[in-house]
């Protein structure tokens, strides 16, 4: 009940393209949906995060689209650039800011090819 | 620069040498965990501490110990490393009440 599961294991897209990773989970306590961006030799670095109040949040060329009913939430990569292959998490957290649990996704390996 | 950093950066060890891993942070933060990352496993917590003196485990605590004596420090502490603890390891520092953390660097251990 505390999984939280990421597909693909690893992705690669054409420069221009749409890189799409999704993540569902199981316990309906969680209630903040991050995506974190890792780089070779880095720590992970938030990238968008979502609450389960809303469907979709968008930053630049970055989406998350969150289905409640579902469980499901996926990052969406719009005009992916070659500077944007990394390695990227989902996670989720629950019982509000005043916790610390955090469980992760496997991770998805992207490749934007240039 | 506000920052999470961690010490050693690279460290391997023999199995059963007590070792420890440093974090600090100057952000203030209360609140400070450890992850460890493994291919295919993603990130796991280890510990967390939502303040001075107040620890609580994560997901995979087994063979770790930490302590909070300070609010900018949460060190890690392997008191006899096995080799199924290498592993490349996280500290990572958010606000309470915040849910947006920061990571550190990472520290890259192999225990033989």
């Known amino acids: 009940q505390q999984q939280v599961k990421q597909s693909p294991q690893s992705l690669i897209v054409q420069k221009g393209g749409i890189s799409i990773i999704n993540c569902a989970y199981e316990n309906t306590a969680f209630d903040y949906f991050p995506w974190y961006q890792q780089f070779p030799g880095k720590g992970p670095a938030l990238l968008i995060a979502?609450?389960?109040?809303?469907s979709e949040k968008k930053e630049g060329r970055f989406t998350i689209s969150f289905n409640k009913s579902a469980k499901q939430f996926s990052l969406h990569i719009m005009d992916s650039q070659p500077g944007d292959s990394a390695t990227y998490f989902c996670?989720?957290?629950?019982?509000?800011?005043?916790?610390?649990?955090?469980?992760f996704g496997t991770g998805t390996r992207l490749k934007v090819l240039a | 620069e506000a920052q999470v950093t961690q010490n050693p950066r690279y460290l391997i060890t023999v199995t059963g040498k007590k070792l420890t891993v440093t974090c600090s942070q100057n952000?203030?933060?209360?609140?400070m965990s450890w992850y460890r990352q493994d291919p295919g496993l993603g990130l796991r917590q280890i510990y967390y501490?939502?303040?001075?003196?107040?620890?609580d485990k994560g997901d995979v605590p087994e063979g770790y110990k930490v302590s909070r004596k300070e609010k900018r420090n949460f060190p890690l502490i392997l008191e006899s490393p096995s080799p199924n603890q290498t592993s490349l390891y996280f500290c990572a520092s958010k606000l309470a009440g915040r849910y947006e953390q920061y990571f550190g660097p990472g520290t890259r251990l192999t225990v033989t």
């Open positions: 952000m203030n933060h209360e609140y």
């Open positions: 501490s939502m303040n001075v003196e107040v620890t």
């Open positions: 979502i609450r389960p109040d809303v």
């Open positions: 996670a989720a957290s629950r019982g509000g800011g005043g916790t610390y649990k955090y469980i």
